[in-house]
């Protein structure tokens, strides 16, 4: 049987760069895929850069401002034409697919007539209907509708809907009861080569006296909860006995905003330098205020660190409360002190945790489970007759 052609288009921006790094890795490893990638943040042309400019000039997206003007469909339907633009020259050029692979949902807004043609599967970790909901009712709100909208008709013409969380999943099933069948939840996978077990039991090693690290990693600093851990930090006094490692390329982060912190820029991830910061840790802490499902949580579990995470969306699927971490409400700062006081405090508790959590990713979300239940979902979606093809055979 020769070999499945599978195209895969990537969003590739922000935090979903490097879920196309996972995703390429794990195509590679199904030698029943002939694999093509197409990278969506990666060699625009001049033509490519002037439409993006043109689609995603105004106001910001999720804003009163931006739903007047239509802007996160904007910004959306942006990656939607590209993916669109860049599959046609392929096409043109020669070449053809048994079955395509959208990530995330909007690099398939301007491909319906496509996904009708030929099966596809659909990688998403939120839908526009959640993501609305955290931002204020009103106005602003309203800029999301229309993509909700298309979120449905993707979702319709796709023959597969590979959901990170059951979070999302199960957004995507209330509002189409009808596609529950076709909906896979698939937590991404974490390459676990770079993540040495044997960390843990250098941390078990470790001195009794010695300052416990506590890391944080997030670009975003705002959103992901900086600041409060900056407040929490100052309130629990926690320089006497911690040190807070902040890789974080954030504007105006200093290591003078308190004592005990470490400020490390221009960190990128899977590096030996950010591996390290992982290694050296004894608790990851990231009291994120939005995150659609926080890869980073998952590294850490891999790192066989006990998380601190927030209590919202998709996090508490990845950070099990008192199993293999701790949960805080969002901006609840006596919780998150209480939280970092009990980590720090208790070594044996960090053991256990951190040991919990490794054992967990092992289990669920290594790169081999995920690889083998992707190229199964690609070759049962390359098994059906997309909606138009079928009508074709019928006339």
């Given at each position: 049987?020769?070999?499945?052609?599978?195209?895969?288009?990537?969003?590739?921006?922000l935090?979903?760069?490097?879920?196309?790094?996972?995703?390429?890795?794990?195509?590679?490893?199904?030698?029943?895929?002939?694999a093509?990638?197409?990278?969506?943040?990666?060699?625009?042309?001049?033509?490519?850069?002037?439409?993006?400019?043109?689609m995603?000039?105004?106001?910001?997206?999720?804003?009163?401002?931006?739903?007047?003007?239509?802007?996160?469909?904007?910004?959306e339907?942006?990656?939607?034409?590209?993916?669109?633009?860049?599959?046609?020259a392929r096409?043109?050029?020669?070449?053809?697919?048994d079955?395509?692979h959208?990530?995330?949902?909007?690099?398939a807004?301007?491909?319906?007539?496509?996904m009708?043609r030929?099966?596809?599967?659909v990688?998403?970790?939120?839908?526009?209907?959640?993501?609305?909901?955290?931002?204020?009712?009103?106005?602003?709100?309203?800029?999301y509708?229309?993509?909700?909208?298309?979120?449905?008709?993707?979702?319709?013409?796709?023959?597969?809907?590979?959901?990170?969380?059951?979070?999302?999943?199960?957004?995507?099933?209330?509002a189409?009861?009808?596609?529950?069948?076709?909906?896979?939840?698939?937590?991404?996978?974490?390459p676990?080569?770079?993540?040495?077990?044997?960390?843990?039991?250098?941390?078990?090693?470790?001195?009794?006296?010695?300052?416990?690290?506590v890391?944080f990693?997030?670009?975003?600093?705002?959103?992901?909860?900086?600041?409060?851990?900056?407040?929490?930090?100052?309130?629990?006094?926690?320089?006497?006995?911690?040190?807070?490692?902040?890789?974080t390329?954030w504007?105006?982060?200093?290591?003078?905003?308190?004592?005990g912190?470490?400020?490390?820029?221009?960190?990128?991830?899977?590096?030996?330098?950010?591996?390290?910061?992982?290694?050296?840790?004894?608790?990851?802490?990231?009291?994120?205020?939005?995150?659609?499902?926080?890869?980073?949580?998952?590294?850490?579990?891999?790192?066989?660190?006990?998380?601190?995470?927030?209590?919202?969306?998709?996090?508490?699927?990845?950070?099990?409360h008192?199993a293999?971490g701790?949960?805080?409400?969002?901006?609840d700062?006596?919780?998150?002190?209480q939280?970092?006081?009990?980590?720090?405090?208790?070594?044996?508790?960090?053991q256990r945790?951190?040991?919990a959590?490794?054992?967990?990713?092992?289990?669920?979300?290594?790169?081999?489970?995920?690889?083998?239940?992707?190229?199964a979902i690609?070759?049962?979606?390359?098994?059906?007759?997309?909606?138009?093809?079928?009508?074709?055979?019928?006339?």
């Open positions: 049987m020769p070999p499945l052609r599978a195209l895969f288009v990537n969003s590739g921006i935090g979903h760069a490097s879920v196309a790094r996972l995703i390429r890795e794990a195509a590679a490893r199904d030698e029943s895929l002939t093509e990638h197409l990278d969506l943040s990666a060699d625009l042309t001049p033509r490519e850069r002037i439409i993006r400019r043109v995603c000039v105004g106001p910001a997206p999720g804003s009163a401002a931006g739903a007047l003007t239509g802007a996160r469909l904007r910004h339907l942006h990656a939607g034409v590209l993916a669109a633009r860049r599959i046609r096409e043109v050029a020669g070449a053809g697919w079955v395509m959208f990530h995330t949902q909007a690099a807004y301007a491909s319906l007539r496509r009708r030929t099966p596809s599967v990688s998403i970790d939120i839908t526009q209907r959640l993501a609305s909901a955290e931002v204020p009712a009103g106005i602003a709100r309203m800029d509708a229309p993509n909700a909208a298309w979120d449905r008709a993707v979702f319709r013409a796709s023959s597969a809907v590979i959901a990170t969380s059951r979070w999302a999943a199960d957004d995507v099933i209330r189409q009861p009808a596609l529950a069948s076709r909906v896979h939840v698939m937590p991404y996978p974490v676990l080569d770079g993540f040495d077990a044997g960390w843990t039991a250098e941390r078990a090693a470790r001195p009794a006296n010695a300052a416990v690290r890391l990693i997030g670009g975003d600093w705002v959103r992901k909860g900086g600041p409060e851990l900056l407040d929490a930090w100052r309130a629990g006094g926690f320089a006497e006995r911690a040190v807070l490692d902040l890789v390329d504007p105006g982060v200093s290591a003078l905003d308190a004592g912190v470490r400020v490390h820029r221009g960190v990128r991830a899977y590096t030996p330098e950010w591996f390290q910061r992982w290694r050296d840790a004894d608790v990851f802490v990231m009291p994120t205020r939005g995150e659609a499902f926080g890869m980073v949580y998952q590294e850490a579990a891999a790192a066989g660190l006990p998380a601190i995470g927030t209590r919202i969306n998709a996090i508490p699927e990845l950070v099990q008192a293999t701790l949960l805080v409400d969002p901006e700062g006596r919780a998150l002190v939280s970092l006081d009990r980590l720090i405090g208790d070594a044996a508790l960090r945790l951190g040991t959590a490794r054992a967990r990713i092992q289990r669920v979300g290594s790169m081999e489970t995920y690889a083998s239940r992707l190229s690609l070759h049962e979606a390359a098994k059906q007759v997309p909606e138009s093809a079928s009508a074709d055979a019928k006339g």
